[in-house]
């Protein structure tokens, strides 16, 4: 029988956040923090720390606080970073490039093992020791490894094509940098939007520019 | 005086969202929509649509809705879209090259205008018609242009130094792609993990394998 309670999406998204919070506390040699402390630190209410955790069941205890490393490791758990997902990259332009070379990735569980690309200047190219593969061997690689995740950096006029064909090679979860949301039936896609994390630091350049004025 | 009303961040982080949609919305022809719509469309309550944009004096009335242009103009004018900010890249690696080739920052009111690396290898070479200069000039280029925002595609060791150097330059915003959290006194930040996202991908790919597990 399926027991676990649906977590909503927004406390899934918060969740990274209390992942690298985290990991700064254990090489800082931190190994328990209060949820005040926590809270202090995030800018997010004691409550709403309590309430975000409480979703998976807790692992707090009254007086003592959260252990750090139990914490850490429970939210990787949850997150899927123990699952050692594998993921390629489909383009290998310079978002594939900077993409593959992300050191972060394989901290949180995630490793590259393949990258595919249309273009035959490209293919047979080592990135960052793997060598790029003609997208019509995609199909074979997927099976063959049973890889479950696609990065798209694809031009934005091909990304709905690509990920159709990611998708019947057996992808099941994309992770989308073109600019056009995709929906693709029984695939989970994150679209990644760099634009609006933009628009809110203008936001915030435009307060404090406000503000100078005011305080003139 | 001041008389604006403080909104908080967790509205300002739901515009963009509000601004591509509506963008999508004007291309299609649409010419007004009520709340209820923008709530299905969106996944968003229209409770939480309503509240959020009255954050802002509202725009909508009562049996018609909202008008898609007028909307998306106040959304965009909030956002500072229409401030037309002009931003440098510092770092000319992959990701650099990536950001600087992102065609949506014009359309959102970006304009990259120059890119600084301490590469003398890339230093003169031109990158989407912008040539590379020398981190050295960048105190001269930032004062001369008035520019204001940094996007910093540095690699990780590098970045606070960079940053507080941009910050001495006169840059007031800074768009941080480093996988350390900056914080620099008198500056904006925008931190992007995009490990976070990935992550919550993972989370979701779990989830539906779990749920295919349960079905069989």
Chains 1, 2 share one sequence.
Not at 66 to 75: A, D, P, T
Not at 139 to 145: G, L, S, T, Y
Request: hydrophobic share 40%; glycine share 8%; aromatic share 8%.
């Amino acid at each position: 029988m399926n027991t676990r309670k649906k977590v909503s999406i927004a406390v899934v998204k918060r969740l990274p956040r209390y992942y690298r919070y985290l990991y700064n506390l254990l090489n800082e040699n931190v190994t328990r923090i209060s949820s005040k402390e926590l809270s202090i630190n995030m800018g997010i209410t004691a409550s709403q720390i309590r309430q975000d955790l409480n979703c998976f069941g807790g692992f707090g205890q009254q007086g003592y606080g959260y252990n750090v490393q139990v914490l850490y490791n429970e939210i990787g758990n949850i997150l899927g970073s123990n699952k050692n997902y594998q993921a390629i990259i489909i383009g290998a332009g310079n978002m594939g490039r900077a993409l593959s070379n992300y050191r972060n990735f394989e901290k949180r569980g995630y490793e590259i093992n393949g990258i595919f690309d249309i273009d035959t200047n490209l293919i047979g190219k080592k990135i960052n020791g793997i060598v790029v593969m003609s997208i019509d061997e995609m199909n074979d690689f997927v099976r063959k490894n049973s890889t479950q995740i696609a990065i798209l950096t694809v031009p934005h006029d091909n990304t709905k094509e690509v990920a159709e064909r990611a998708a019947k090679a057996g992808i099941k979860a994309l992770w989308n940098f073109s600019a056009i949301d995709l929906q693709i039936p029984d695939v989970v896609v994150e679209n990644v939007h760099l634009s609006d994390s933009l628009m809110v630091l203008g936001y915030r350049l435009k307060e404090i520019s406000e503000e100078d004025k005011f305080d003139v």
